[in-house]
């Protein structure tokens, strides 16, 4: 046993670490956080100074059994999680847990996972940083609060699913994405007119080219574009003025946790998830540094290692030491930029992380390298028909600099990239050769929507949430159906170009534009809009954006030991929780309703509003003899933006066709969207078809296709093997079986051996699977990853413990009785079987009143005989 136990947040970090530390060291993970709040009564006691009440999650169980029994035999524990608040607060609960005291337990942090680092580390131990705990503490209670009081709120005031639920960021965050919906929806999109004349003039080698000069700004009107080019008719083009002067573009700080996502997002398309998910990774094998922090600081050692690199690689006259400093004055943590830990190694291994560490690499590098130079041009030249005036303008990089490695990308937002072309070279007085002149017609456009990255740009300039709260605020939001991400097919517009030509003669030419087109942009859902409509009107403080950012700089001023954490719950919960009292007690239901019209037939109002499984279209009301009419809307559409005739449009489905092969054909909408129903196969109608132009014929192209699709590949034991490719990738089914096709076989050349080698897998894989089966109880005991467990319904639950407290053994699993399982059910879902036995109940009362009331029913007269 080695002297000394070091507990670490993962076991990846903890097996790089014991290599570097050797024999008198033994270093264990934690798994994360080991304990959480009790879920009961919000596991808070209120009145008690907003004191927290911990317990072990039962799936830490173990770990804390082991890590204490591991201690017991440690003569030193030393705590090495995360250098952040959350994991400054997993070394304060091991210490709890584990009985160590934190005044004098060893606490070790970096923010690299090197051997300097490390050996570092350990000579220069401290202890746990209480005001650092207490800021993750007051988070944590803060946010239990607002999650426990007003997600309550939302189901009786909203209703729907229970699994509405409301947060401090997680709320604000659905109420920047609703805004800006909102925005785009009620943009109206204004014309202009831009001018571009194009000239020709001999460049340094005498060669002819041509370049582009613009007209005036803004053009109001084809009219007035129709007047400037008649006004050009004739024109001599002579340069008035021309100047040059030298630019510079410096190259942006090394990354920030949310720099990374956003430049991640938008040079690699990768989710904020992904890259957290990735980078960790790169973190945990020692290739980078810290990945959460808001630091843009570069330590000496890190600078004197780029320097190195940039004048070995590219020479000196490439280096430029920089140090940055944060916009934010109260950066949550002391570290580091994210950079790699070894600038030698320009790339890694690793083929999934390769691409996110080489843009690290490049951005560190660059961070250090010279300006890029350039000289930039301008030529004013003079119409002689009229008073206004053409600009031509170009650059020429006279230096690359840090370009030489990377540029930063840019957001829709930030405009267009620089795209100054090159000029010839031009002189005063220089009379130019006219060629053409064009008047386009062009839109002006609204904000465009928030991806991911631009969100959390969004959110930090605003000073919401920290790099630890930013991907499992948007991962929320997305989960609780608020918000979803998802691409928007554009819409052709017209565009109006005027050519003024050589001959001084005026055309006119129509084109189209794709427009509003839109590819992985989170787009709020009308659930979404509903909960953040109420919330803004019951909740204005919590949802108020200052506020909200005020309150991440309280919890900045707990870290610093500045600010006491109850006193500030204290004074954030009366208020809070007096709002809460009045909301329920006098807020109507909100339903999110919008009416549209009334329909001509029935004389009955038509309006689109949430119902129970989501939006919807209902035509009369509940007071009407008849029943209201429903119709749920499409996957694209909206409760604010629906028209009354798409709403219309909705009740034509399902939409009879016909017969084929005597089974009906018929069109409809289902929950996975428009499908052609031949007898009783559901068929998907391809993507962006509208249903309501599927006639006959082409349902009938539907289900060949179909047909073809799903005829036999194989067969096996007399009964057709057929393929198709689902949710979870390509499949083949035999005997009503879905067996997954792995990539190393080619699913387009699938031969009859093949088919027969994955079912024979499949059913060998089965029959291990089970240990215990009830199908009609939807119970079963199976063989699993991590030894045997109960499958109840849908879900997965643990087998419990022997009498002695040890695991059942395969052997012993298979005699354990259906009344035994059962009560390991009630134990882990306390109301499995409160529906069955309500229903039973219902049943037998409905049979004893239907009996009784026959019982007492008065006898019928007997018909008299004629």
Same mark, same amino acid.
């Given at each position: 046993?080695?002297?000394?136990?070091?507990?670490?947040?993962?076991?990846?970090?903890?097996?790089?670490?014991?290599?570097?530390?050797?024999?008198?060291?033994?270093?264990?993970?934690?798994?994360?956080?080991?304990?959480?709040?009790?879920?009961?009564?919000?596991?808070?006691?209120?009145?008690?100074?907003?004191?927290?009440?911990?317990?072990?999650?039962?799936?830490?169980?173990?770990?804390?059994?082991?890590?204490?029994?591991?201690?017991?035999?440690?003569?030193?524990?030393?705590?090495?999680?995360?250098?952040?608040?959350?994991?400054?607060?997993?070394?304060?609960?091991?210490?709890?847990?584990?009985?160590?005291?934190?005044?004098?337990?060893?606490?070790?942090?970096?923010?690299?996972?090197?051997?300097?680092?490390?050996?570092?580390?350990?000579?220069?131990?401290?202890?746990?940083?209480?005001?650092?705990?207490?800021?993750?503490?007051?988070?944590?209670?803060?946010?239990?609060?607002?999650?426990?009081?007003?997600?309550?709120?939302?189901?009786?005031?909203?209703?729907?699913?229970?699994?509405?639920?409301?947060?401090?960021?997680?709320?604000?965050?659905?109420?920047?994405?609703?805004?800006?919906?909102?925005?785009?929806?009620?943009?109206?999109?204004?014309?202009?007119?831009?001018?571009?004349?194009?000239?020709?003039?001999?460049?340094?080698?005498?060669?002819?080219?041509?370049?582009?000069?613009?007209?005036?700004?803004?053009?109001?009107?084809?009219?007035?574009?129709?007047?400037?080019?008649?006004?050009?008719?004739?024109?001599?083009?002579?340069?008035?003025?021309?100047?040059?002067?030298?630019?510079?573009?410096?190259?942006?700080?090394?990354?920030?946790?949310?720099?990374?996502?956003?430049?991640?997002?938008?040079?690699?398309?990768?989710?904020?998830?992904?890259?957290?998910?990735?980078?960790?990774?790169?973190?945990?094998?020692?290739?980078?540094?810290?990945?959460?922090?808001?630091?843009?600081?570069?330590?000496?050692?890190?600078?004197?290692?780029?320097?190195?690199?940039?004048?070995?690689?590219?020479?000196?006259?490439?280096?430029?030491?920089?140090?940055?400093?944060?916009?934010?004055?109260?950066?949550?943590?002391?570290?580091?930029?994210?950079?790699?830990?070894?600038?030698?190694?320009?790339?890694?291994?690793?083929?999934?992380?390769?691409?996110?560490?080489?843009?690290?690499?490049?951005?560190?590098?660059?961070?250090?390298?010279?300006?890029?130079?350039?000289?930039?041009?301008?030529?004013?030249?003079?119409?002689?028909?009229?008073?206004?005036?053409?600009?031509?303008?170009?650059?020429?990089?006279?230096?690359?600099?840090?370009?030489?490695?990377?540029?930063?990308?840019?957001?829709?937002?930030?405009?267009?990239?620089?795209?100054?072309?090159?000029?010839?070279?031009?002189?005063?007085?220089?009379?130019?050769?006219?060629?053409?002149?064009?008047?386009?017609?062009?839109?002006?456009?609204?904000?465009?929507?928030?991806?991911?990255?631009?969100?959390?740009?969004?959110?930090?300039?605003?000073?919401?949430?920290?790099?630890?709260?930013?991907?499992?605020?948007?991962?929320?939001?997305?989960?609780?159906?608020?918000?979803?991400?998802?691409?928007?097919?554009?819409?052709?517009?017209?565009?109006?170009?005027?050519?003024?030509?050589?001959?001084?003669?005026?055309?006119?030419?129509?084109?189209?534009?794709?427009?509003?087109?839109?590819?992985?942009?989170?787009?709020?859902?009308?659930?979404?809009?509903?909960?953040?409509?109420?919330?803004?009107?019951?909740?204005?403080?919590?949802?108020?954006?200052?506020?909200?950012?005020?309150?991440?700089?309280?919890?900045?001023?707990?870290?610093?030991?500045?600010?006491?954490?109850?006193?500030?719950?204290?004074?954030?919960?009366?208020?809070?929780?007096?709002?809460?009292?009045?909301?329920?007690?006098?807020?109507?239901?909100?339903?999110?309703?919008?009416?549209?019209?009334?329909?001509?037939?029935?004389?009955?109002?038509?309006?689109?509003?949430?119902?129970?499984?989501?939006?919807?279209?209902?035509?009369?009301?509940?007071?009407?003899?008849?029943?209201?009419?429903?119709?749920?809307?499409?996957?694209?559409?909206?409760?604010?933006?629906?028209?009354?005739?798409?709403?219309?449009?909705?009740?034509?489905?399902?939409?009879?066709?016909?017969?084929? #092969?005597? *089974?009906? !054909?018929?069109?409809?909408? %289902? +929950? =996975? $969207? @428009?499908?052609?129903? &031949?007898?009783?196969?559901? /068929?998907?109608?391809?993507?962006?078809?509208?249903?309501?132009?599927?006639?006959?014929?082409?349902?009938?192209?539907?289900?060949?296709?179909?047909?073809?699709?799903?005829?036999?590949?194989?067969?096996? #034991?007399? *009964?057709? !093997?057929?393929?198709?490719? %689902? +949710? =979870? $990738? @390509?499949?083949?089914? &035999?005997?009503?079986?879905? /067996?997954?096709?792995?990539?190393?076989?080619?699913?387009?050349?699938?031969?009859?051996?093949?088919?027969?080698?994955?079912?024979?897998?499949?059913?060998?894989?089965?029959?291990?699977?089970?240990?215990?089966?009830?199908?009609?109880?939807?119970?079963?005991?199976?063989?699993?990853?991590?030894?045997?467990?109960?499958?109840?319904?849908?879900?997965?639950?643990?087998?419990?413990?022997?009498?002695?407290?040890?695991?059942?053994?395969?052997?012993?699993?298979?005699?354990?009785?259906?009344?035994?399982?059962?009560?390991?059910?009630?134990?882990?879902?306390?109301?499995?079987?409160?529906?069955?036995?309500?229903?039973?109940?219902?049943?037998?009362?409905?049979?004893?009143?239907?009996?009784?009331?026959?019982?007492?029913?008065?006898?019928?007269?007997?018909?008299?005989?004629?």
């Amino acid at each position: 046993m080695a002297k000394n136990l070091l507990i670490v947040e993962s076991p990846a970090k903890a097996k790089t670490i014991e290599k570097i530390l050797g024999k008198d060291f033994e270093v264990k993970s934690s798994f994360g956080h080991i304990r959480d709040l009790e879920k009961d009564d919000m596991g808070i006691d209120i009145n008690n100074n907003f004191q927290p009440r911990y317990i072990v999650p039962e799936d830490k169980e173990r770990v804390v059994r082991d890590l204490k029994s591991l201690a017991k035999k440690a003569d030193e524990v030393w705590l090495a999680s995360d250098e952040d608040r959350e994991g400054e607060s997993i070394s304060w609960h091991l210490a709890e847990v584990l009985g160590l005291d934190p005044k004098t337990t060893k606490r070790i942090v970096f923010n690299e996972i090197t051997a300097p680092a490390i050996r570092k580390a350990v000579q220069n131990p401290r202890t746990i940083d209480m005001n650092l705990v207490d800021a993750q503490q007051a988070r944590r209670v803060l946010d239990r609060i607002v999650g426990f009081e007003l997600s309550p709120v939302l189901w009786r005031k909203i209703g729907m699913q229970r699994s509405l639920s409301a947060g401090r960021v997680q709320s604000v965050a659905v109420r920047l994405i609703v805004e800006r919906e909102r925005e785009i929806n009620q943009f109206n999109a204004v014309s202009s007119y831009k001018i571009d004349a194009y000239f020709v003039a001999n460049d340094i080698t005498g060669k002819k080219v041509t370049f582009k000069a613009e007209g005036p700004s803004k053009i109001d009107s084809a009219q007035d574009a129709q007047k400037f080019l008649e006004s050009c008719k004739g024109a001599n083009y002579t340069v008035t003025d021309i100047s040059v002067r030298p630019t510079k573009r410096s190259p942006a700080a090394p990354f920030t946790t949310s720099t990374l996502q956003q430049e991640a997002s938008r040079k690699l398309g990768y989710g904020v998830s992904r890259t957290m998910l990735l980078a960790q990774r790169l973190y945990e094998s020692g290739k980078i540094t810290y990945m959460r922090t808001d630091s843009v600081n570069l330590s000496d050692t890190a600078m004197g290692e780029i320097r190195n690199e940039v004048t070995s690689s590219y020479g000196a006259k490439y280096h430029q030491p920089r140090k940055y400093k944060n916009k934010n004055e109260s950066a949550q943590e002391a570290h580091e930029a994210i950079r790699p830990t070894y600038m030698e190694n320009h790339t890694v291994d690793d083929p999934d992380a390769k691409r996110l560490y080489e843009l690290i690499w490049k951005r560190t590098i660059a961070s250090q390298m010279s300006d890029a130079e350039f000289e930039k041009t301008t030529a004013k030249i003079d119409i002689s028909t009229n008073k206004e005036t053409l600009t031509a303008t170009g650059e020429v990089m006279k230096f690359d600099g840090f370009l030489k490695v990377y540029l930063e990308g840019k957001d829709e937002e930030d405009g267009d990239d620089d795209n100054d072309s090159i000029l010839p070279p031009l002189q005063v007085k220089q009379a130019l050769e006219f060629k053409e002149m064009l008047a386009a017609e062009r839109y002006t456009r609204p904000a465009p929507r928030y991806t991911e990255a631009s969100l959390i740009k969004k959110l930090e300039e605003l000073g919401i949430g920290r790099p630890s709260t930013y991907a499992p605020t948007i991962s929320t939001v997305q989960k609780r159906n608020y918000v979803e991400k998802r691409d928007k097919d554009g819409v052709l517009r017209q565009l109006n170009i005027l050519h003024l030509d050589k001959k001084n003669e005026i055309s006119k030419e129509i084109k189209t534009e794709t427009t509003g087109a839109e590819k992985g942009k989170l787009f709020p859902t009308d659930l979404g809009m509903l909960v953040t409509d109420f919330l803004k009107q019951h909740f204005k403080t919590v949802m108020d954006y200052g506020f909200t950012a005020e309150i991440e700089n309280d919890f900045d001023k707990i870290a610093e030991g500045k600010m006491k954490w109850n006193k500030m719950i204290d004074e954030f919960y009366s208020p809070f929780h007096n709002s809460i009292e009045v909301t329920l007690e006098t807020a109507e239901r909100a339903k999110g309703e919008r009416e549209l019209g009334v329909e001509s037939a029935s004389g009955k109002q038509v309006i689109a509003r949430m119902g129970r499984y989501g939006p919807m279209v209902q035509i009369g009301s509940a007071d009407d003899e008849e029943k209201p009419r429903f119709a749920r809307l499409k996957s694209n559409q909206s409760i604010e933006t629906i028209s009354f005739d798409e709403a219309m449009d909705l009740f034509k489905l399902p939409l009879t066709l016909g017969e084929f #092969e005597g *089974k009906e !054909v018929s069109v409809n909408v %289902g +929950r =996975f $969207g @428009p499908y052609v129903k &031949w007898g009783e196969d559901f /068929i998907s109608i391809p993507k962006g078809e509208d249903p309501l132009t599927v006639d006959m014929e082409r349902a009938l192209a539907i289900i060949n296709v179909k047909q073809v699709a799903d005829a036999p590949i194989a067969s096996y #034991e007399g *009964k057709p !093997v057929t393929k198709g490719k %689902g +949710r =979870f $990738g @390509p499949f083949i089914k &035999w005997n009503d079986i879905f /067996i997954n096709v792995p990539r190393a076989y080619n699913f387009d050349t699938l031969t009859q051996a093949q088919c027969e080698e994955l079912i024979q897998k499949k059913m060998e894989k089965e029959a291990n699977r089970y240990i215990q089966q009830w199908p009609e109880e939807k119970i079963s005991i199976e063989n699993g990853r991590w030894g045997a467990f109960i499958r109840f319904q849908k879900k997965m639950l643990k087998l419990g413990r022997k009498a002695d407290g040890t695991k059942y053994s395969e052997e012993e699993a298979a005699g354990i009785s259906l009344e035994d399982v059962k009560k390991m059910i009630v134990e882990q879902v306390p109301n499995a079987f409160a529906k069955k036995a309500a229903a039973k109940k219902t049943a037998a009362k409905k049979t004893a009143t239907k009996t009784a009331t026959k019982k007492a029913a008065p006898k019928k007269a007997a018909p008299k005989k004629k």
